[in-house]
T-cell receptor, first 112, second 114 residues
């Protein structure tokens, strides 16, 4: 029979453009969120985090936006560079449980 | 300050053998988490340990999988009688405190069951 596999959402951007990666979360009780970057063959690397009492947080070239009303999180990367090519995951936890729940990830490809 | 260390990086086992995956947390971290990642999927939580204690193992399969974090030495994830479906990347993360602290990930162990 035919097999159906999971395919990561993909995003391709030109070098120098801004990238926006989106994530929807399901638990309205989640109060801490992290964005991770994972390069091929490596472990996830922390990029930026945000707590639910904030709606925006900025780092170096990255901004995370949190919209609790629609349970949506986004990661904005300014002036995207080839080294930004990777899979990006959002992770959430409720603060009461012991787990982080990871999204399936978005594969970002930067075109030189 | 060394990061989270995992070994081996690659492990090949035949069906029915045992797999032992090791994780040394970052210095000063006493909280360890194990995750499993299948190709093109996100990380799935398996177990959360604090020195000598299992805090949450709700993500661990009921059979063949076990984890420990002894007072001395690395955390060990043990898979007995491996099957092909156990083939995956296994990542460990450590943190200074409970879940409100950032988790730092190791490079992972890629387990292949033949």
């Amino acid at each position: 029979g035919e097999s159906v596999g999971l395919h990561l959402p993909t995003l391709s951007v030109q070098e120098g453009d801004n990238s926006i990666i989106n994530c929807a979360y399901s638990n309205s009780a989640s109060d801490y969120f992290i964005w991770y970057k994972q390069e091929s063959g490596k472990g996830p690397q922390f990029i930026i985090d945000i707590r639910s009492n904030m709606d925006k947080r900025q780092g170096q070239r990255v901004t995370v936006l949190l919209n609790k009303t629609v349970k949506h999180l986004s990661l904005q990367i300014a002036a995207t560079q080839p080294g930004d090519s990777a899979v990006y995951f959002c992770a959430e936890n409720s603060g009461t449980g012991n787990q982080f729940y990871f999204g399936t990830g978005t594969s970002l490809t930067v075109i030189p | 300050n060394a990061g989270v260390m995992q070994n081996p990086r690659h492990l090949v086992r035949r069906r029915g053998q045992e797999a032992r995956l090791r994780c040394s947390p970052m210095k000063g971290h006493s909280h360890v988490y194990w995750y499993r990642q299948l190709p093109e999927e996100g990380l799935k939580f398996m177990v959360y340990l604090q020195k000598e204690n299992i805090i949450d193992e709700s993500g661990m399969p009921k059979e063949r999988f076990s984890a420990e974090f002894p007072k001395e030495g690395p955390s060990i994830l043990r898979i007995q009688q491996v099957v092909r479906g156990d083939s995956a990347a296994y990542f460990c993360a450590s943190s200074r405190g409970a879940l409100t602290y950032e988790q730092y990930f190791g490079p992972g162990t890629r387990l292949t069951v033949t």
